[in-house]
């Protein structure tokens, strides 16, 4: 392992997993350091700082990096890279392996979901990971929105999952992880399933009414959701999910098929794969992306196809 190899910003959000990422990254960060790899510790204090702190350390020239916290705190770091200022294209990959962007992962969330297609072993596979330089090739999704773009390594999801999501986080989020079944509930009472005109790559519009839509470059969301049976982070493709037009007890009863992956077998879920998708949409909506809830107005995902480097 070269010098370049052994040196990383971390950026670590102390809030995430309910406080338990602050409470163990400096144990698992000090591990890393007394096997001869050097970590820069930077620390988020609220919702934004991750993005902030990897364009910084970006800018200054850093390009190995370990997101240590939930799927949130990646997406806020590969965005400070990838999307800087919301808009622009993906940075000019340098020439040779030490020039590529690298990210490794403490994960110390509530999901984790991302590094769970490589691994069941969470914390403990990761740190192998650094300590041994694993790199393997990883795919990135750039999404355009109408304010501008971003960036995404897991999933992309709208309708019934997005909104169960912002019902949680703007009525619930005092009732912690039992908000999420609280608003499954509610959602499923007033469920509304709507067009959400969409096409894949050169194909057909779909103006079909969905339940949900979700975009995947990895299997996994909300921690064991096997979303996507699959995906795969490094070949060059979106997988796409559509689940059409469900009745409330059909909702309720293959929903937690999701945790083997079976869900696809239901036959008002389609899977497909390409590499674009472009939408029509008339107004702004809910969209989980790696685990955030933001509101914008979708245009067009596209893949980027093995941009950067993770270590797993």
Known sequence: MSQSDRRFVAIVNPAAGGGACGKQAPQVIG???SSGIEVEVRETRRAGDGQKLAREAYREGHRNFIAAGGDGTSFEVINGIFSPDGHGEVPED??????????????????????????????DYAIESLLENRRRSCDLIRVD??????????IFSIGFVADVGAMRNDRFARLGEFGYVVAVVAQVVGLAQNPMP???????????PITFLSINNSRFTGGKMMMAPDANTADGLLDVVC?????????????????????????????????????????????????????????????????FDICA
């Open 31 to 33: 591990q890393l350091r």
């Open 198 to 208: 969409m096409a894949l790559d050169n194909g057909p519009q779909n103006r079909a």
């Open 145 to 154: 929105h109408r304010d501008g773009v971003l960036h995404f390594s897991n």
């Open 243 to 307: 689940v059409g037009a469900l009745g409330r007890l059909s909702l309720l009863q293959t929903f937690p098929k999701i945790f083997k992956g079976t869900h696809v077998l239901h036959p008002a879920v389609t899977q497909a794969q390409g590499k674009v998708v472009t939408f029509e949409l008339g107004t702004e909506l809910d969209a989980m992306i790696d685990g955030e809830i933001l509101r914008i107005l979708p245009k067009r995902l596209e893949v980027v196809p093995g941009v």
């Open 94 to 123: 340098p020439k040779g392996p030490e020039g590529r962007i690298r990210l490794g992962f403490l994960p110390m969330g509530t999901g984790n979901s991302f590094l769970r297609d490589f691994s069941d072993k969470g914390c």
